[in-house]
């Protein structure tokens, strides 16, 4: 039977992992769709420009 980590809400515990990953999670779509928003800006800005 594997190991269990400690039930006192140490750094091992897995509610301590659950929201690593849900914060890592927000993280990378957060940063996903400001990098998409300035991807559309360059798009924007580049269709409107005087040629």
């Not at 190991?3 to 515990?13: F, T, Y």
């Not at 990953?21 to 269709?47: K, S």
């Amino acid at each position: 039977m594997p190991a269990r980590a400690s039930e006192g809400g140490g750094g091992g515990s897995e509610g301590w992992k659950e929201r690593g990953v849900a914060l890592r999670v927000f993280v990378y779509v957060f940063a996903t769709h400001l990098f998409a928003g300035f991807v559309w800006i360059l798009f924007y800005v580049g269709e409107h420009a005087k040629k």
